[in-house]
């Protein structure tokens, strides 16, 4: 039997300020992105003011030399991980979102101006590279918000963090603590299925698509073009790997059984037989529909990279224990 809570004044006091901030951080990024490819945006200065019916939205960007801690949480413990290493690959939206933001008009040094705060992290680039583990990323974090006043004064809430990968704020340890109120941007909303408790609330926080290619998102200068439905030979494409799922490996064993439909090359992540970037765009453009099964986590970066190759994506959400037949 389910039990009903009354909803007091301070719920709904709460909401609102959720709502509120929801609708700034949306905003700020509507804007950003207008910013960037407007073709007049660039006889603005950063900072020129524009006519508006209301005041700009304004943001600060803490700096990695401003709070003890902060820049071990961008190149790692020994200052050696640089950005454009944190660029590549999936998880480049920690880098790319900071980098925007430092470019735009909207930015602010005063932070009794700000309307929110971004605080810069690539703990996910940094702790694949080793340069920090899980315990040192906690206690670099503690000791990062122990010193931020701002952050004391309104709990976090209006402070923005990205957390680019499947496991989402749970990089670091004490999230339910310290990062229960903040703005969180992550391509994973549900990480209940490994763990008790999601990081992921859907009246703060906010889905971001993973980091495709730069060299596939421009429309005008893509560098693998789609190609016609009726030139491609393929049905079907799988272009991951397998990490022992068994959804995946069944996938990997119906490629092998239907070639001419289905294609699941054994992907190659060293060496000289390593599959390039182009070559995996020229292999997923090559199918109509792009599977997409799940793997460590829910979320998948096939499902965003097929947008660019015009393939239809099909999220297959198979459990570890779940089997695909022929006949599926």
């Given at each position: 039997m389910r039990h009903q809570h009354a909803c007091s004044r301070s719920h709904q006091v709460g909401a609102l300020l959720l709502v509120a901030a929801t609708f700034l951080l949306t905003r700020l990024f509507d804007r950003l992105l207008l910013d960037t490819s407007s073709p007049?945006?660039?006889?603005?200065?950063?900072?020129?003011?524009?006519?508006?019916?209301?005041?700009?939205?304004r943001i600060y960007v803490y700096s990695e030399d401003e709070i003890q801690g902060l820049r071990t949480l961008l190149r790692g413990r020994d200052g050696t991980v640089?950005?454009?290493?944190?660029?590549?690959?999936?998880?480049?939206?920690?880098?790319?979102?900071?980098?925007?933001?430092?470019?735009?008009?909207?930015?602010?040094?005063?932070?009794?101006?700000?309307?929110?705060?971004?605080?810069?992290?690539?703990?996910?680039?940094?702790?694949?590279?080793?340069?920090?583990?899980?315990?040192?990323?906690?206690?670099?974090?503690?000791?990062?918000?122990s010193?931020?006043?701002?952050?004391?004064?309104?709990?976090?809430?209006?402070?923005?963090?990205?957390?680019?990968?499947?496991?989402?704020?749970?990089?670091?340890?004490?999230w339910a603590t310290f990062l229960n109120r903040s703005i969180i941007l992550t391509p994973e909303g549900d990480r209940t299925d490994k763990r008790g408790t999601s990081a992921f609330n859907t009246w703060k926080d906010i889905i971001i698509p993973g980091n495709v290619d730069d060299s596939m998102v421009k429309s005008d200068a893509r560098a693998v073009q789609p190609i016609p439905l009726t030139k491609r030979k393929y049905l079907a494409n799988f272009l991951g790997r397998a990490q022992g799922k068994a959804g995946r490996l069944q996938l990997v064993k119906l490629a092998k059984q239907y070639p001419d439909k289905l294609e699941s090359p054994e992907l190659k992540l060293s060496g000289p037989n390593k599959?390039?970037?182009?070559?995996?765009?020229?292999?997923?453009?090559?199918?109509?529909?792009?599977?997409a099964p799940r793997g460590e986590s829910s979320w998948t970066l096939r499902f965003y990279e097929s947008f660019f190759v015009v393939s239809s994506p099909l999220l297959l959400l198979l459990k570890d224990d779940f089997m695909l037949n022929g006949k599926s």
């Open positions: 007049s945006s660039s006889s603005f200065p950063l900072n020129a003011a524009r006519p508006s019916s209301s005041p700009d939205l640089a950005a454009a290493t944190c660029l590549k690959g999936q998880w480049g939206t920690q880098v790319k979102i900071h980098q925007l933001l430092l470019k735009s008009r909207f930015r602010t040094f005063n932070k009794d101006q700000a309307n929110l705060f971004f605080v810069p992290s690539y703990v996910k680039c940094v702790r694949m590279t080793g340069a920090l583990n899980d315990k040192e990323i906690n206690q670099t974090y503690v000791k990062v918000l010193q931020m006043p701002y952050f004391r004064r309104s709990s976090g809430r209006d402070h923005i963090f990205v957390f680019p990968s499947g496991a989402g704020a749970h990089l670091f340890r004490s599959l390039g970037r182009l070559d995996y765009f020229k292999h997923l453009r090559n199918a109509k529909f792009c599977l």
